[in-house]
């Protein structure tokens, strides 16, 4: 006798299932960027390479929100290095020097100089998240 399901499938009952349902989503509203109206504030972090985590729950993710954060706390000519979200557009402007890198392009880390030491990369950060 053949098998009724697909790969990938589980037949269940006659009827066709897929192997996993989905995790239960604790939270009110859609996965995404969060706002305090979803019970998800935004929280917003900066860490020097050699200091300490400065973190922020906000009421959104907006330029004119981050924006007085990185000037008070990031000293003007520095380098900021960020992965490439549109909030970070204006701190060339703002007067920092700018470097991403590109997630969707699998780019996590980056050698500009080739001395093979990455000056480019979020992973301090990131790696507080995790």
């Not at 008070?72 to 970070?88: Q, R």
């Amino acid at each position: 006798m053949r098998s009724l399901s697909w790969p990938g499938t589980k037949a269940t009952r006659g009827r066709r299932k897929k192997g996993r349902e989905g995790r239960r989503r604790r939270l009110k509203g859609a996965p995404g960027r969060g706002t305090l109206e979803q019970e998800k504030p935004p929280i917003f972090g900066m860490i020097p390479r050699t200091g300490e985590v400065v973190i922020r729950m906000l009421e959104n993710i907006q330029q004119v929100t981050i924006g007085p954060l990185i000037r008070a706390m990031i000293a003007p000519g520095s380098v900021v290095c960020t992965d490439e979200y549109d909030i970070y557009d204006r701190l060339p402007v703002w007067g920092y020097m700018h470097c991403t890198v590109c997630h969707a392009a699998g780019e996590f880390a980056r050698d500009d100089d080739g001395d093979g030491f990455c000056e480019v990369h979020v992973n301090t950060l990131e790696g507080f998240w995790s």
